[in-house]
């Protein structure tokens, strides 16, 4: 069946059912496989880990996310693992993405400043991806034995986000297979979401 210049035709690595476009190389955000396809369709979103942020709370990690911009260029620490420019859009949707964890697991959120490599929420770090189709990242300086918990935007101006699970960092760091360089910054490991736990983390 075909839609313009897009294609139905299953993942090479997975076998999902994607929408393929011809254009560029991009990864499949159901198994991150990376090849020549636009859209991949056949992760629907999974209703029970939905998180919606109200306005106050979108207020409180704008706030939260320009003070963590100021006091990183500050410390100098403003473009960490390649990263090549940094705004305070990235320190927001970092802290709204903290914030959805800690609501989704019931806990209360106590921004912080400055905490850099330590834990954002009752001991687990969050990773939140600004797009619904992205992979928990987990860099090689990231603790082998904290939780990892993966969150992303669904519609980060309406405050809808999802929770997709967690890992260890030892677990992701395990598989050589997720181990790769991304848009010229040093190589990471790109964690799946379906290899994702959805327990909860030990340490709730």
């Known amino acids: 069946m075909s839609d313009g210049m897009r294609t139905k035709k299953l993942c090479k690595s997975c076998s999902g059912e994607i929408r393929v476009r011809w254009e ?21 979103f999974d209703k029970d880990r939905e998180v919606n942020l109200t306005e106050i709370e979108l207020d409180m990690a704008r ?26 859009e990235i ?4 802290a709204c993405g903290e914030m959805a964890a800690a609501k989704y697991y019931g806990i209360y959120f106590f921004p912080s ?19 619904a189709g992205y992979s928990l990242i987990v860099r090689e300086d990231d603790a082998d034995d904290c939780p990892f918990v993966l969150v992303t935007a669904d519609n ?11 890992l260890f960092g030892s677990e992701a760091k395990a598989n050589p297979k997720w181990k ?10 790109f964690v799946p979401r379906f290899k994702l736990k959805t327990t ?3 340490i709730i």
């Open 63 to 88: 706030v939260v996310g320009g003070s963590r911009m100021r006091e990183s260029r500050k410390s100098g620490r403003s473009n960490m693992h390649g990263l090549k420019s940094r705004d305070q």
């Open 156 to 166: 980060i101006s309406l405050g809808q986000f999802t929770v997709h699970g967690w």
């Open 200 to 202: 909860l983390p030990p």
């Open 113 to 131: 400043i400055n905490n850099f490599k330590d834990p954002d929420v009752a001991g687990m770090q969050i990773r939140c991806g600004s797009q």
């Open 91 to 94: 320190d927001f949707l970092g």
């Open 24 to 44: 560029a190389a991009t990864e499949c955000p159901h198994c991150s496989y990376l090849t020549f396809y636009k859209e991949c369709v056949h992760t629907p």
């Open 180 to 189: 790769r360089a991304h848009n010229e910054r040093e190589a990471a490991w």
